[in-house]
């Protein structure tokens, strides 16, 4: 044991993530047991500076099970001490289960933490490398806390209030716990209702037909449009490969009222037919532009093998070139069905007629005085989950595609 110059640089960095993970724990914490605490931000410093100063006092080579043992004692020692035995804010005796997960949630993603931070650094002085990489280390560490919970806090609180009943949320409207005493029935009472009462089921049908065929008729314009702006040679083209983008520098907001006039008279208003409209024409130039440059990078040689062969060039795509082009084809169809999917302004503008609705228009008509909250937010998460879903499943394949799809030298 030998402390060195290092030795502050593991206090900051303890204090620093023993505070981050007090206040990530503590607000999970209150979410899942619905108890209210004031976290204990100082002595979770203390803690985590405790820690860090006890791995930084040894060096690298030196830091066996025994120090890892002992670090992560440390952190719960000091919080335990410095807290007065409340290390959550509370005493022991408040929901005990609840808050002994959370102090071990706490004592070893601290630790972990300091450990992927400065774990491998001297406890001496250290090179301007060795310095910035700790600092990346833990400005890495503390971005992929921070949009962590960002996302997946909002996501929890939706999902937990629409498996709630309305005098669960008028008793605590901050107890975002689960109550599984009220069986599968009560759980999922808001999904129920939703598509017995509130015609879920058409909008999601709705909105399948029309993200599924913006899918299709944006591939079939962009990916020819796509391989003439990377392969053929015309008048022009450099101007249109540059200029495919320009209708995205034209808000949404400024072109739906002249087309609420337009699709008004031509009787395309309320209908999926005017969407089927609209969302191509803002999709394939985004499509355009993703597929023309998978298309320059596939070899030029092969599509004029292919000529030679005698193919034709509608025979060349789609006997080469559409072949190697599978991942992009999957990554432009998932993206253009997610703007569909999603697509809010012209839904809420074009359709007034229930039985037209899409998710999003649907979702929103919840949102009223005489609409419980826990069914907004089970609309939420069903207009959510099916997108979530599909990219989750989807990026195997895309995986796959590529490494498949690669050319050898």
Request: neutral net charge.
């Amino acid at each position: 044991m030998r402390p060195g110059p290092g030795t502050l640089i593991g206090l900051i960095v303890g204090a620093i993530w023993g505070a981050i993970w007090m206040i990530v724990v503590s607000v999970v914490f209150m979410l899942i047991s619905g108890a209210v605490t004031a976290p204990p931000i100082g002595a979770a410093m203390l803690a985590g500076a405790a820690c860090g100063a006890l791995i930084m006092a040894f060096e690298p080579g030196a830091r066996s099970t025994g120090v890892t043992i002992a670090a992560i004692a440390a952190v719960f020692i000091v919080l335990g001490v410095a807290t007065f035995g409340a290390p959550i804010g509370l005493p022991l005796s408040a929901v005990p289960l609840a808050q002994t997960v959370a102090v071990a949630a706490f004592v070893l993603a601290t630790w972990f933490a300091i450990d992927r931070s400065v774990g491998d650094a001297p406890s001496g002085r250290m090179t301007r490398y060795q310095f910035e990489t700790v600092v990346i280390r833990v400005a890495k560490g503390l971005g992929l806390v921070f949009f962590t919970v960002m996302v997946a806090l909002p996501f929890y609180v939706m999902v937990m209030t629409s498996l709630k009943n309305q005098a669960q949320l008028i008793a605590n409207p901050l107890d975002f716990s689960l109550d599984l005493a009220q069986g599968p029935a009560g759980l999922f009472r808001s999904y129920i209702e939703l598509f017995t009462q509130y015609h879920f089921g058409t909008f999601l049908w709705n909105t399948a037909i029309v993200s599924i065929a913006t899918v299709i008729i944006t591939l079939c314009f962009a990916v020819p449009g796509a391989y003439a702006v990377a392969r053929l040679r015309f008048p022009g083209q450099a101007f249109l490969s540059r200029s495919i983008l320009l209708i995205y520098m034209v808000p949404g907001i400024v072109l739906v009222i002249p087309l609420y006039a337009v699709f008004s008279q031509l009787g395309l208003r309320n209908s999926l037919a005017g969407l089927l409209i609209v969302y191509p024409a803002t999709t394939i130039p985004v499509a355009l532009y993703m597929l023309q440059g998978h298309f320059r990078g596939i070899p030029s040689e092969l599509e004029e093998a292919g000529l030679m062969d005698g193919l034709t060039r509608l025979g060349v795509i789609g006997k080469i070139t559409m072949p190697l082009s599978l991942p992009a084809l999957a990554s432009v169809a998932l993206y253009v069905f997610m703007i569909a999917w999603n697509e809010f302004l012209f839904a809420f503008m074009f359709l007034d007629n229930i039985d037209m609705f899409t998710l999003s228009r649907g979702v929103v008509s919840l949102n009223s005085s005489e609409v419980p909250r826990q069914h907004l937010m089970a609309g939420a998460v069903i207009a959510t989950v099916p997108v979530l879903v599909l990219f989750l499943w989807f990026e195997r394949f895309l995986v796959s595609g590529l490494t498949a799809g690669g050319v050898k030298g």
